[in-house]
Nanobody
Framework: QVKLVESGGGLVQAGGSLRLSCAAS????????MGWYRQAPGKQRELVAM???????NYADSVKGRFTISRDNAKNTVYLQMNSLKPEDTAVYYC?????????WGQGTQVTVSS
């Protein structure tokens, strides 16, 4: 099993920044890519950004140029630096780890951007 624990969410004004962290523990040898999804009220969960074990990054078009994903393999932690936040970025952000045929999820952290 893999456990993912997120931190760093909160309330911020439009144009501000937040940094999310997700620490993995347990059977971490199973983990390949790690990343972030988000789900706004009444909407489906969507991919925000993913990063492979080797560091290849993938972003949703809506966050390109504003968000940066990074990964510290030694600490089994993935980060999401979010800059120039917009009210439409408001959502619950979930950490995701791609295991061997299994997807692991964190409990979610709320990000609220006020206008």
């Amino acid at each position: 099993q893999v456990k993912l624990v997120e931190s760093g969410g909160g309330l911020v004004q439009a144009g501000g920044s937040l940094r999310l962290s997700c620490a993995a523990s347990g059977s971490i040898f199973r983990i390949n890519a790690m990343g972030w999804y988000r789900q706004a009220p009444g909407k489906q969960r969507e991919l925000v950004a993913m990063i492979s074990r080797g560091g290849r990054e993938n972003y949703a078009d809506s966050v390109k140029g504003r968000f940066t994903i990074s990964r510290d393999n030694a600490k089994n932690t993935v980060y999401l630096q979010m800059n120039s936040l917009k009210p439409e970025d408001t959502a619950v952000y979930y950490c995701n780890a791609d295991g061997i045929g299994v997807a692991y999820w964190g409990q979610g952290t709320q990000v609220t951007v006020s206008s």
